[in-house]
């Protein structure tokens, strides 16, 4: 996997952070085919490992697409090091095969196979990192008990339980190939009080336990910011004031 | 991902869809069962046509076109409208090449099966197959005038046994309303079971068929032909020595061997030319290929029928997956997420594909087989071919390949949409 050239260059410029780069955007920009103004933008934004982001923004700000370049789906201009890696440089199969060994994604909804298992679901996300093995079951099955889902259900098909349920399955999924990098886009926005309460505390708890996972949690609901290391809009990613990595600290 | 967890995902992703899958599987089942059934029958047919007859040189018979005294003289097909003169018969085993003759009698019947009136060197020298002669199961041949020897089916489907008394009808119907009632016949043998036509008829002797054929105030007085001296009015026929049993003035046919091959154009040459009857000789093998000649028409039409389905039930199975890429636009755009290769989603497509197609071939398999198992016992008795599915032949292999590869190249046009929305 080639390293960025600059990975440590970023991480010696740097006087406040102890620790290395997450991520590292330079100018990244990304224009859809059909527009010609760009949804992305980002002069510099550096996060490093280990640290919680809240990122919010309006609807059509192009969250969703930070989220897919940070992820390696879509390509922009610019320079992107996720971990270390810049995923421009990879080919698509290693690109593919980086994001399912070091990524985990959880969306807004759709987040399951519907015609899968909770536990397939699961289990097809270790599959596609290469981590089927014999003890993948044990703690796909783990991770379904930390959701509070009845064992009766784990083999149940998806799209039969509820969407709150959905959605902590969709976080045991992210998790199961145990991710330096956890991106949320909107998770909670479907979910009713109760239920995202569920999901911010099985989150808060795997945080507590993973200190060098990453997370990035995009949503419009300013009230989870609180979960965070720090909160940033994206206005303020695309005129650059998130630069020197110093982010709104709570 | 593991070929395992993919196979597992394509099988639940068919299961998700059952509706339309079950509808297209139906499609191919049915494209299926129509290419294989209607080539199986064919060969079935052509083999069955190609082994009744073996060793026979010339077929003798009144003017008439080849195919239709093969298919009347052999495979009992059709009704015999003219016959040849006894006479002419006797001229043809008394030629210096002719090694054997069998006179073939047609005209009555037994409960629809046909009755074949002719003489010993039947049992001897007619062959089918490959070169196989005729065997008995059970009893032995006809030797005296009211004695029947019994096709395998005829005894199997009527249940006759040896010593069994019968009664032969006037005609060809299955009911027919004049019997030769006065004149019963005993079952003497039964023959082995050869899967060709001979199966299906029963065997008695020209002098027996003759002789029901005359009028009930001559069941002592037998009838003689005319160029015969009269016989013993105190003896029935069964009494009577060989010479003096009665002679038919005519037959519909004899199938006749040659002492050798090189001859035969030649007196095939000189019976058709022969001035004092019009008489046909036909090779048996030449007839048969003007036989699947006229048919190969049908056989192309039938067989441009089923690829046609089949082309269709392909297409059905394309549109399927092509109407549900949309549905699966978020399924496809998580797997993306967890890590699937644009590849992986390809070949999750054609998996589920071929799965499909795999399946329409089992379930048309499947219920080309039983039909064939039903349709089997009716094929043997009313036509004498065994249209069993004896093996798997490489051309039934080459048939399914087609079909999974005709599969394989529509389910990669959605299988290539998959893949390149979700690059």
Redesign the interface.
Known sequence: MPQTQDFNHELADSHLIKRPLAICANALSFTYSNSLDPIVQIPKWQVVVGERVFLQGASGMGKSTLLQLL?G?RIGSGKLSVEGVELAQLS??KR??F???NIG?V?QQ???????SSL?NI???A???GR?NAQTKALAQSLLSDTGLAPKLWQQ?ADTLSIGQQQRIAIA?ALINSPSLLLFDEPTSALDEVNRNLFMQMLSTYIEGHKNTTVIFVSHDTRLASYFDSSIALSELSSGRAGEADNHAH | ??IN?ML??AW??L??RRGSVVLTVIAIAVSVFTLLGTEHVRQAAKQGFNSTVSGVDLIVGPRTSDVNLLLTTVFRIGNPSQNMSWDSYQGLINHKNVAWAIPISLGDSHQGFRVVGTEAPFFTQFQYGQSRKLTFTKGRAFSDVYDVALGSQVAKQLRYELSDKLILAHGLSATSFHKHDAYPFRVVGVLAATGTPVDNALYVSLAGLEAIHQPPSNLHQPPNNPHQPPNNPHQTPNEQSSEQQPKPASITAAMIGLTSKLATFKVQREISTATQEPLSAILPGVALTQLWQMSRGLENTLQLMARLILFASLLGLGAMFLATLRERR??L????????????IFSLIEIESLSVALLGILLGCRHLVLVITIANPWAVAEYGIDIGLARVTSHHLITLSYVLFGAMLVGAVPALMGFLRS?
């Open positions: 992820c789906l698509a199969a593919d095969r994001r399912a060994q994604v969306f759709f987040n399951l196979i519907p015609y899968l397939d289990l097809l996300a599959s596609l990192a089927a098909r999924r | 991902m593991h967890r597992k995902v639940q992703s299961l998700y978020y399924e755009a998580v797997m993306r997420t967890l890590g699937a290769s644009s590849l992986t690059r």
